[in-house]
C-alpha cells in the first residue's frame, strides 16, 4: 500500500505514514496477490497499476486504495512482453487480482477466481 499524501511505501498495519505522518485509513479497494505455488516460486512479479509500481513475491500480497473508474493492472517477469488486465472500480467494490504460475502457458495469468 501506498501514501496517498506523500506516495511512499507502507505496510498494511501501520497507523500512520512513516514519511510524512499522515493518518492512514485502510480502505483499500484493490488487492493484487499471488499465492505460493512450487514452479515459478523464486521469480518476482512485476506489477505497475496506473504509475505504482512494486514486485510481487510468492505468497505477496499488495493492497491499493484507487479512484473509481477503470484502472490497468500490468505485469510482466524477467523484462518479457508485458500482459494487462483492466479493473473497475466502483465505490464499495473490493477487486482482486490472482495471479497464477501456468507452467504449460509458461508465465503468469490471471487467475479465474480473480474480481475484476
Not at 511512499?8 to 483499500?28: H, R, Y
Not at 477503470?70 to 508485458?82: A, D, L, Q
Request: aromatic share 6%; net charge positive; glycine share 10%.
Amino acid at each position: 500500500m501506498f501514501c496517498e499524501s506523500c506516495g511512499a511505501k507502507i505496510g498494511k498495519d501501520d497507523k500512520a505514514c512513516k514519511s510524512c505522518g499522515k493518518e492512514i485509513v485502510n480502505d483499500c479497494n484493490l488487492i493484487v496477490s499471488r499465492p505460493g505455488k512450487l514452479m515459478g516460486c523464486a521469480v518476482k512479479l512485476h506489477i505497475t497499476v496506473d504509475d505504482t509500481e512494486f514486485d510481487l513475491a510468492a505468497g505477496g500480497e499488495q493492497m491499493v486504495k484507487l479512484k473509481e473508474g477503470v484502472h490497468t493492472v500490468k505485469y510482466n517477469i524477467w523484462c518479457r512482453r508485458e500482459h494487462s488486465v483492466d479493473v473497475t472500480i466502483e465505490k464499495g467494490k473490493v477487486c482482486k487480482v490472482i495471479f497464477k504460475y501456468d507452467a504449460l502457458w509458461g508465465g503468469f495469468k490471471v487467475d479465474k477466481k480473480s474480481v475484476l
